[in-house]
């Protein structure tokens, strides 16, 4: 039953403007001018890692796992990627 429920949602959503928008939707925007200062981006790099640390020490490992990965993923799109696109310029 939600199964049947879930397809016809998604049929409808496809025939809506509104799929356009969630293809185009990023977890973080590299680009964006906020993340301009270096301080700022390692500010939320450590507190990603910061946070899953806390976690694990809560016995919350699951919670951890998440923010442990999206510190590393922030890692590689400010330090790598970020660094990439400003040479290539």
């Given amino acids: 039953m939600n199964i049947i429920l879930c397809a016809r949602f998604a049929r409808k959503i496809q025939k809506s403007n509104q799929c356009k928008l969630?293809?185009?939707?990023?977890?973080?925007?590299?680009n964006h001018p906020f993340f301009d200062h270096l301080w700022r981006r390692l500010a939320v790099i450590m507190v990603c890692l910061g946070w899953g640390?806390?976690?694990?020490?809560?016995?919350?490992?699951?919670?951890?796992?998440?923010?442990?990965?999206?510190?590393?993923?922030?890692?590689?799109?400010?330090?790598?990627?970020?660094?990439?696109?400003?040479e290539s310029k």
């Fill in 22 to 30: 969630y293809q185009n939707m990023k977890l973080v925007d590299f």
């Fill in 53 to 86: 640390v806390v976690e694990f020490y809560q016995d919350a490992p699951i919670l951890g796992i998440g923010f442990g990965a999206l510190g590393l993923y922030l890692i590689y799109g400010f330090l790598f990627i970020r660094h990439n696109q400003n």
